[in-house]
């Protein structure tokens, strides 16, 4: 029988498996001066890996092909705050790391040195990326021939890593929850105050109604 704290970290690697099994990756196509930006929600202190690679349109074989060396990419990341975290020319083919410190919304932002790469003015480029968040940004197999670890040592060291980024989310939820409780009561007081604002208005337009109604009767000897 599985004693249930076993169980408990067993469901919290499966957990973990469902939210992280994806990696995130996409082609898009950027134009000469077009920049390409993407979202990226992080919990703080998440080491993320990006890999591009870029791909110049052909006009005679009508395809998309490698591009050369000459072709660079300018990656820039800002965190939740703008605050640039990243900011660096990369060559045609790359990968670009950064680890948060805040959680929230990393901006990830994407173009080409196309001013300084004459062949490409006008053209079309795609590019290819691979953007791998927490414990799927680390490379096991480099890990263990480094450390010299066996497969079960090594095994253990993925469920560490792995259990450590469920909780690295799980204080990001809570982070969440906690920006999305002060805006909310943020927004409830302002909608009592202006609420309060319009009752006070209304009974000084009510007051002063019936003041000039008052006086109007009376100029005319009414009452």
């Known amino acids: 029988m599985v004693p ?4 408990s970290c067993l469901s919290s690697v499966l957990l973990l498996n469902v939210f992280y099994s994806a990696v ?43 591009a050369t060396q000459g072709l660079g990419m300018f990656v820039e990341v ?4 703008e605050k640039v975290i990243l900011s660096r020319q990369y060559g045609s083919e790359g990968r670009f790391t950064f680890t948060s410190h805040t959680p929230g919304e990393h901006q990830i932002c994407l173009h080409s040195n196309s001013s300084k790469f004459s062949l490409f003015a006008g053209g079309m480029l795609r590019v290819h990326l691979d953007i791998q968040v927490g414990e799927h940004a680390n490379n096991y197999a480099e890990i263990a021939a480094k450390d010299k670890l066996t ?18 989310e799980q204080n990001y939820q809570r982070y969440r929850e906690e920006r999305f409780r002060q805006t909310s009561e943020s927004t409830n007081q302002r909608v009592l105050w ?14 002063w109604q019936m003041r000039h109604l008052k006086s109007f009767f009376e100029a005319k000897k009414l009452v």
């Open 4 to 7: 249930l704290r076993m169980r």
């Open 24 to 66: 995130s990756s996409l082609y898009f196509h950027i134009g000469e001066t077009e920049k390409k930006c993407f979202i990226e929600e992080i919990p703080d202190e998440t080491m993320i890996i990006g890999n591009y690679r870029t791909q110049l349109y052909d006009k005679q074989k009508e395809e998309y092909l490698p």
């Open 78 to 81: 800002k965190d939740p705050d």
């Open 151 to 168: 497969e079960l040592q090594l095994r253990v060291r993925q469920l560490v890593e792995q259990v450590d980024q469920i909780q690295k």
């Open 194 to 207: 202006w609420s309060i604002v319009q009752t006070i208005i209304l009974v000084a337009i009510g007051i």
